[in-house]
T-cell receptor, first 114, second 113 residues
């Protein structure tokens, strides 16, 4: 979905490094989410945000932090990366004003921690 | 607890119909979504249904909902090789504060030429 842009698309880094994944959207949605996808586990929610400066933990927030400084941007940080954080990471948005409120996803960031 | 389950794999021949199944456990009113994930891409919304509906049709896609059994299916008519992808079922219970989307593990559809 070109309206939700994630950078970088791929990243390989070493254990202990700090990493930031960026997400920006042009959909004008108020809500943003970070998920990780692992084979056989589906998508698991890391953090979500309902508005600027609003931050909420998801089911697997340990080892991650986020920042929502503007409505269109939501960044995910790994303060000290470890190998089991190797995964495919997705950013998603949704609009709280709609009734059905589907999520719209970026194309993902493939992160490998060596 | 809340859970969404799907079978992991489905293989069909080109031109046949595909039926991908999903079961969910939440008992409240809920939205149910189908997403498609192609290699190297994110999840693309295909269709959705609210739990007060039984069926929704959109071109080659038909969604059927059995509320009693909490069973959702996605039928793809005249399946093409371009339909090969992973299909995710997801639900959003409307009583959860609307933030929670529960995803299944995905069904990998392989279309044989």
């Amino acid at each position: 979905d070109a309206d939700v842009t994630q950078t970088p698309r791929n990243r390989i880094t070493k254990t202990g490094k700090r990493i930031m994944l960026e997400c920006s959207q042009t959909k004008g949605h108020d809500r943003m989410y970070w998920y990780r996808q692992d084979p056989g586990l589906g998508l698991r929610l890391i953090y979500y945000s309902f508005d600027v400066k609003d931050i909420n933990k998801g089911e697997i927030s340990d080892g991650y932090s986020v920042s929502r400084q503007a409505q269109a941007k939501f960044s995910l940080s790994l303060e000290s990366a470890i190998p089991n954080q190797t995964a495919l990471y997705f950013c998603a948005t949704s609009d709280s004003r709609g009734s059905n409120q589907p999520q719209h996803f970026g194309d993902g960031t493939r992160l490998s921690i060596l | 607890g809340e859970d969404v389950e799907q079978s992991l794999f489905l293989s069909v021949r080109e031109g046949d119909s595909s039926v991908i199944n999903c079961t969910y456990t939440d008992s409240s009113s809920t939205y149910l979504y189908w997403y498609k994930q192609e290699p190297g891409a994110g999840l693309q919304l295909l269709t959705y249904i609210f739990s007060n509906m039984d069926m929704k049709q959109d071109q080659r896609l038909t969604v059927l909902l059995n509320k009693k059994d909490k069973h959702l299916s996605l039928r793809i008519a005249d399946t093409q090789t371009g339909d090969s992808a992973i299909y995710f079922c997801a639900e959003r219970p409307t009583t959860s504060g609307t933030y929670k989307y529960i995803f299944g593990t995905g069904t990998r559809l392989k279309v044989l030429a």
